[in-house]
């Protein structure tokens, strides 16, 4: 069946330092991949939207890439500040059925 | 803001009791979307609406329903309410019917059933 993995432990990093997070999808092939951040009781935001011809999308401190042979998106934040602190959830998709999300990576920057 | 509403906010209930949750997506939008999110779990995806139309459902429970009207606010109608439903219970919108394209959530509304 259809695995989205997201590493579950919590990433501690500094502020100013590059956060990398890791998606990781088995059983399937994503035409899209999407990006979301989600801050606690409250509804995910849409962050980024990356599709199976574009290896690297880049938005403002954001960067993500989308590795199909690996079946793998990573999710880089740059310049980390403590407002990044959140969870992050991917979702790669079909573009057949309704999306599905991993269980998502939470973010702690240190001041 | 998103410009997806949801309502109520909060909902406290007794288990057996049936509710109603109702989301109205962004303008535009003619997907909705339905998810519930226990404690400490990922989203879990119920139902999808396009157009008044079910599209694609997911890990719904036969006591939950959905239905989107004319106007394209959708309601959820959750019956003989376990513990276990206590949840936030998300809607979202999007433009598409297959989710391609990037979903706008709701602030939701949290059930406690007890």
């Known amino acids: 069946s259809q695995k989205i993995e997201q590493n579950s432990e919590a990433l501690n990093i500094q502020e100013g330092k590059t956060a990398t997070l890791t998606c990781n999808y088995t059983?399937?092939?994503?035409?899209?991949l999407q990006w979301y951040r989600q801050d606690p009781g409250r509804g995910p935001v849409f962050l980024l939207l990356?599709?199976?011809?574009?290896k690297e999308k880049r938005k403002e401190r954001l960067k993500v890439t989308f590795d199909t042979t690996l079946k793998q998106s990573l999710f880089h934040i740059t310049a980390s500040q403590p407002a990044d602190s959140a969870t992050y959830l991917c979702?790669?998709?079909?573009?057949?059925?309704?999306?599905?999300f991993g269980s998502g990576t939470r973010l702690q920057v240190q001041p | 803001d998103s410009g997806v509403t949801q309502t109520p906010k909060h909902l406290i209930t007794a288990t057996g009791q049936r509710v109603t949750l109702r989301c109205s997506p962004r303008?535009?939008?003619?997907?909705v979307y339905w998810y519930q999110q226990s404690l400490d779990q990922g989203l879990q995806f119920l139902i999808q609406?396009?157009?008044?139309?079910?599209?694609a459902k997911g890990n719904i429970l036969e006591r939950f329903s959905a239905q989107q009207f004319p106007d394209l606010h959708s309601e959820l109608n959750l019956s003989s309410l376990e513990l276990g439903d206590s949840a936030l219970y998300f809607c979202?919108?999007?433009?598409?019917?297959?989710?391609?394209?990037?979903?706008?959530f709701g602030p939701g509304t949290r059930l406690t059933v007890t």
């Open positions: 979202a919108s999007s433009v598409d019917p297959v989710g391609s394209y990037e979903q706008y």
């Open positions: 059983n399937y092939s994503p035409a899209y």
């Open positions: 990356i599709r199976e011809n574009e």
């Open positions: 979702a790669p998709h079909t573009g057949r059925r309704a999306l599905t």
């Open positions: 303008s535009g939008d003619l997907s």
């Open positions: 609406y396009y157009n008044g139309e079910e599209r």
